[in-house]
């Protein structure tokens, strides 16, 4: 009883001691120290962990032997790993750009449109709201051949060939990409909608005295002065499509990738290879690999942000 | 005062609990989440119960996609169950993990087993020691639509018996639109369903050939009686067009629509087709070839002891173990589950053999073969890639059959280390 007094006095005697300024500091550091740990348990100490799995064989029930580099080895000699890669990219180089043409056509049309602005708006935002995984099975029954399928339905029905979509090894790709696209296009209109806003109207008015043409206007102000948004965005999007997975997995339950690989991203690759086979090691490998590919083309993106 | 009563009774309570629990032995039992697998072990657990009121059973269950993960993690950590099930092509891993032991011969002498179970429990044994008995197998057979057998002009009551007269009927049965797509199918083809499990372990012995050699640890398939057995498999959408991979998404499902003739499915099955209300169905053996040789593929889940268990609980644990692959047990899951009693003579009743349903999975079960998978996902995926190769890409099905079998050694291979 006395001990424990006798300590909060001592305590109490430096706390009192203590500045203002040093008071508020220790504050700030006790609350920041929350989510700090949190972060260094659950996000950082597991990643240090991922990169010493990938120098050994672990497998779960089998004790984990060091292996040096024997799972990168075995990754750039695997012909899927080198398809998985192109995949991903494809998904990138693909699905950014259009996702960001479209989306941004739409928005910059209807900021012109007063008539049900919020109601249309509302619309394109719905599908953000959907869960993955159910979008890509509605989509999967749309695939289908005949008679179940809602395309190739309407394809018969003008005499046009069935398509094998998700069953086919160069359809199956974009196939899976649409409803990606689709699902992200809500987000993306709402913040190009948000930059658009943003850019001051005196200068659309002074561009207009000066008689500068619709066209000229778009290159020269509205996409410029866009920058900061687009850049968020390919940022944002691209990232997203390097990390697809929901949808991949979803609308091919049965062959998991799509036909021959022919749409599995690094991403379905790691979960197969950990969750399915076991090989924690090589999945381990595989994940540094995909935390890499995003490490850099997050610099890149820094870099870009500087420039300007 | 009163508050220290209080205390002092709580005591006395908790004592008295500590007491009354230290007879009762409590073991812990594990498997997955299925409906009516829960129901049938609950029922077991109660029975086992009482008639030994000095062993608690407590079952805990948790989804499929996360079990296999979650048992290794408990118990390397020394946690989790005392009697766990598992699949019986997990047995290396779990080994190999020290997460299971062998069964005493002294409580499960390996003569009795060998004889009262069907052949396929050897799938369970290592050198001489067995590392787990099954409650139930599931087989193989054909399930075919009455309702278009009749349409077509066939005979409901007569399904094919052999691989001739199954493409026959499935010619027969298979309906087209105008443009030549299939709108309703002779029969279902899906490599990732149970497809590749008879090309595997059927149509490669039928065709004169063996899946695998050295207790399946060396791909044998790779030569004429596989690329006969391939080649038969895809002739099924190319030649024939009775099928089509990927019609109705899967092959089950086209079944169940009523939008195909027949289907290779298990007894696992059951459940889901019992609901068909649009049509009636009926179960068949699977088609032998010309010569009359027939096969099955079966598998099942076994219930092994942990290396958890010690001393009293390891007694228990082997109690429990041999009720639950009784024949009463095995009785009492066939009628909740659906599933084959795994000892022949609990399986093999007149009464069974003489089931119109129950009876084809049956005679199935007697020459069935078992495949020692050593990923099962991942050989999986090598059947349906080689289909896919020769369906989609166009490929000479000699050169995708030994791209599969070089792929599918490599994964063996690794496995072994």
């Not at chain 2, 002092?8 to 032995?25: D, H, P, Q, Y």
């Not at chain 2, 991979?245 to 007894?267: C, N, P, S, V």
Request: zero cysteines; proline letters at 5%.
């Amino acid at each position: 009883m006395s001990v424990i007094a006798h300590q909060q006095v001592a305590a109490g005697g430096l706390w009192s001691r203590m500045s203002l300024g040093q008071k508020q500091r220790i504050w700030a550091w006790g609350f920041l120290a929350v989510p700090l740990l949190f972060y260094v348990v659950i996000r950082f100490w597991p990643t240090f962990q991922a990169f010493y799995l990938s120098v050994t064989d672990w497998t779960i029930t089998r004790p984990a032997a060091f292996v040096g580099l024997e799972n990168y080895k075995r990754l750039l000699a695997d012909a899927l790993f080198w398809q998985v890669f192109r995949n991903t990219f494809l998904y990138l180089i693909l699905g950014t750009p259009i996702s960001l043409l479209i989306s941004f056509t739409v928005a910059y049309y209807l900021d012109r449109v007063r008539f049900m602005h919020s109601f249309i708006r509302a619309l394109y935002f719905l599908p953000f709201l959907t869960t993955a995984a159910a979008m890509a099975w509605v989509w999967r029954w749309f695939y289908q051949p005949v008679p179940i399928g809602v395309i190739n339905d309407i394809l018969a029905s003008f005499g046009i060939p069935q398509q094998p979509f998700l069953r086919s090894t160069t359809q199956a790709l974009p196939a899976v990409l649409a409803p990606a696209v689709w699902a992200g296009l809500g987000f993306q209109i709402i913040i190009f909608l948000a930059g658009l806003r943003a850019i001051p109207v005196t200068y659309y008015e002074a561009a207009r005295i000066d008689g500068l043409s619709e066209g000229a206007i778009l290159r020269r102000i509205t996409i410029p002065l866009l920058k900061p948004t687009l850049v968020f965005l390919v940022v944002f999007s691209s990232i997203g499509f390097l990390r697809i997975f929901d949808q991949v997995y979803n609308i091919n339950t049965n062959d998991p990738g799509g036909p021959l690989n022919s749409t599995k991203p690094l991403v379905l690759m790691i979960y197969q290879t950990a969750f399915s086979s076991y090989e924690m090691g090589y999945a381990a490998a595989q994940t540094v690999v995909l935390f890499v590919i995003l490490l850099v083309i997050s610099l890149v993106q820094l870099r870009i942000m500087r420039d300007r | 005062m009163r508050f220290r009563h209080m205390l002092a009774s709580v005591a006395l309570g908790v004592v008295t609990l500590a007491a009354s629990g230290a007879k009762a032995v409590e073991i812990e039992y594990w498997q997955y989440v299925f409906d009516t697998r829960v129901k049938a072990m609950t029922q077991l657990i109660a029975k086992f119960q009482e008639a030994n009121p000095d062993i608690k059973v407590k079952q805990t269950t948790f989804p499929y996609a996360d079990y296999q993960t979650k048992v290794a993690a408990a118990i390397l950590a020394g946690q989790g169950p005392d009697v766990v099930q598992l699949f019986y092509g997990w047995t290396d891993n779990f080994i190999a993990g020290k997460m299971i032991r062998p069964l005493r011969a002294e409580a499960f002498p390996a003569a009795e087993i060998e004889r009262d179970f069907f052949p396929i429990i050897s799938a369970m044994k290592r050198g001489n020691d067995y590392y787990g008995l099954p409650t139930a197998v599931r087989s193989l057979a054909l399930f075919y639509n009455k309702k278009i057998f009749k349409d077509a002009g066939l005979d409901p009551n007569n399904p094919p018996k052999t691989l001739e007269e199954l493409v026959a009927a499935a010619e027969k049965t298979t309906k087209r639109d105008g443009s030549g797509n299939i709108t309703s199918a002779g029969m279902t083809l899906d490599m990732g369903g149970q497809d590749h499990q008879w090309w595997r372990e059927v149509l490669i012995r039928q065709f004169g050939g063996v899946p695998y050699t050295d207790n399946d640890t060396k791909v044998a398939y790779n030569d004429e009686a596989g690329l006969k057995a391939l080649t038969f498999y895809t002739d099924l959408q190319k030649k024939h067009k009775v099928g089509q991979t990927g019609f109705m998404d899967e092959g089950q499902a086209a079944f169940r629509a009523g939008l195909a003739a027949m289907t290779i499915d298990g007894t696992f099955r059951l459940g889901s087709f019992g609901t068909i209300k649009s049509f009636e169905w009926g179960v068949t053996e699977l088609p032998a070839n010309a010569q009359g040789v027939r096969s099955n593929y079966a598998s099942y889940f076994a219930n092994a002891i942990t290396t958890k268990a010690e001393g009293e609980k390891l007694a228990a644990a082997e109690k429990f173990l041999k009720y639950v692959s009784s024949p009463d047990a095995m009785k009492i899951w066939m009628e909740v589950v659906g599933e084959l009693p795994a000892r022949r003579a609990a399986a093999l009743t007149p009464e069974n053999i003489a089931h119109p349903v129950y009876g084809p999975f049956l005679k199935g079960l007697e020459y069935s073969h078992t495949t020692l998978f050593k990923d099962e996902t991942a050989q999986r995926q090598g059947a349906i890639d080689m289909v896919n190769r020769v369906l989609i890409g166009g490929e000479d099905p000699k050169t995708s059959l030994a791209k599969a079998a070089e792929a599918e050694q490599a994964i063996i291979d690794r496995a072994k280390r």
